[in-house]
């Protein structure tokens, strides 16, 4: 069958309220007069996966379970402006949603609506295994559906990558996820020993290369038993948001690494395409282009051979 998509998102469709908040923690008050307001929009991990990944030209393809209900009707409405084919289970139980709070330095904290899922919930497996067959890779979001997804997209004979965000390395939960894909990104944000976590995920599972990323202190990649510090980038702009550039570093590793280019290389992406997710305002679900990606990847290599030619 002819290959149609480059990269298959399962999971993680949703809408996101932006909440501005004077700091975090939150102090308590009565009220707050809050700016620049509360919005809401389409963009959770998955979305902002199939985004990043269609900005960068690969082609995506998108699929979850979405509710017959106006947060659905933001998730349809952001594929079709981005022209992001998106196939849409129907879920009784609802659209996923969040409440992002949004500090003045960027940082959020998520809350998450656990009513919007039900134990039931599968993403059909015929459906699943059509849309396998006619793609490179599959990018697994780390929600309940998506774990009986993971032996189909085996038999199809997929890669698969997954991100398990701030797993603290012990939650059960995240382990079918972090030992049965390929490419396996977390973030060190909740881990008490990221190198270790990282040894475990490759000694247990079948991932070839995982990656850690530390924010401002850059990211961690573990390939064939070497571990490699990857300095953090200075973004291009302010800092205004950090919510999405996860996803925006796997969406640009994902590049480099379909492209067969070496695991650091794909790193540098990422930790370049994380970056300039920091100054996206929250508000809205946009992502660094393929020439925008390119183009810094080039300032920053002519940057470090010219620093080696000074040393």
Not at 6 to 29: F, I, K, M, N, S
Not at 99 to 128: A, K
Request: charged share 20%; with cysteine; net charge negative.
């Amino acid at each position: 069958m002819t290959t149609e998509t480059d990269v298959l998102v399962l999971g993680g469709a949703g809408v996101d309220t932006v909440v501005h908040v004077p700091e975090l923690p939150v102090p308590y008050a009565d009220s707050y007069m809050i700016r620049p307001g509360i919005v809401t929009r389409a963009g959770q991990s998955g979305d902002f996966v199939a985004l990043g990944v269609s900005a960068l030209g690969l082609r995506a393809h998108h699929i979850d379970l979405v509710g017959a209900d106006p947060e659905g009707d933001l998730v349809r409405a952001l594929h079709r402006d981005r022209g992001i084919p998106l196939t849409d289970v129907p879920s009784a139980a609802g659209t996923k949603r969040a409440v992002n709070l949004v500090g003045p330095d960027g940082r959020r904290l998520s809350l998450y609506d656990d009513t919007r899922s039900q134990e039931s919930d599968r993403l059909p497996e015929d459906t699943l295994r059509a849309l396998a067959a006619s793609s490179r890779h599959a990018h697994v979001v780390i929600t309940h559906p998506c774990s009986y997804a993971l032996p189909v997209l085996r038999e199809a004979g997929l890669t698969v990558s997954t991100d398990l965000h701030n797993w603290d390395g012990v939650n059960p939960y995240h382990e079918p996820f972090a030992l049965a894909t390929d490419l396996v990104f977390l973030s060190t944000t909740a881990l008490a020993d990221p190198e270790h976590t990282m040894r475990d995920i490759a000694a247990r599972g079948r991932a070839r290369i995982v990656v850690a990323t530390a924010g401002a202190e850059g990211a961690y990649l573990l390939v064939d038993g070497e571990l490699t510090h990857v300095p953090a980038v200075a973004p291009p702009s302010p800092v205004v948001d950090s919510n999405g550039a996860g996803d925006a570093f796997a969406a640009a590793f994902l590049l480099g690494w379909l492209d067969g280019l070496d695991p650091l290389r794909c790193a540098r992406y990422g930790a370049i395409a994380g970056a300039h997710a920091c100054t996206v305002p929250s508000t809205r679900a946009d992502a660094i282009s393929r020439d925008q990606l390119l183009a810094r990847v080039a300032e920053s290599d002519a940057d470090e051979q010219a620093a080696k030619v000074s040393g």
